[in-house]
């Protein structure tokens, strides 16, 4: 796999939330080794407004997202993914499209923050909460030496990383 940048492609249901976060966070730590992409299997059409204040308060861009389909990035001329990562139970358990090029696979699950109802205050904690445990996931997956694990290792190393808590 020693190819850069490589091309990451964060998934979930609605793609209004936690894989925008994850899109907005590995753009914002990944530097250029990195392209971050996100989108749902039925995407919402809009992002979540608190995603993108979140994004803001980690001192990250809050602009350029939307909520799109999956299936964008199975056709002929998407960008070939290098790794796919479910970030919301119900999308790890769907079937999803084809993907070109054998991309490593993994899922990270996170609450969804979108889903916490009471106040303002504890809105905007759920959605920092899913934004904290996604940076130390990302932060963590930055760490590996990407151009010298084989794949099923690779995979592993992956996969583990959707344990890691904040």
Excluded at 47 to 63: E, W
Excluded at 78 to 96: L, R
């Amino acid at each position: 796999m020693p190819h850069l940048p490589f091309n990451v492609l964060f998934l979930c249901t609605g793609n209004s939330a936690r894989s925008i976060l994850a899109e907005g966070l590995l753009k914002g730590l990944g530097g250029d080794r990195f392209r971050a992409y996100s989108a749902g299997s039925t995407p919402k059409g809009d992002v979540h407004p608190l995603a993108l204040a979140t994004l803001l308060s980690f001192s990250l861009p809050g602009d350029g997202y939307r909520s799109k389909s999956w299936d964008e990035f199975a056709e002929p001329d998407a960008p070939k993914m290098d790794f796919i990562i479910t970030v919301c139970d119900n999308a790890a358990g769907e079937v999803c499209p084809v993907w070109p090029g054998h991309p490593t696979t993994a899922h990270w699950g996170i609450a969804d923050p979108a889903a916490v109802e009471g106040t303002e205050d504890e809105r905007r904690k759920a959605f920092q909460d899913a934004a904290r445990v996604l940076k130390r996931r990302i932060e963590l997956f930055l760490s590996l030496p990407l151009e010298r694990l084989d794949a099923m290792s690779l995979q592993t190393e992956l996969r583990g990383i959707g344990n890691a808590e904040e």
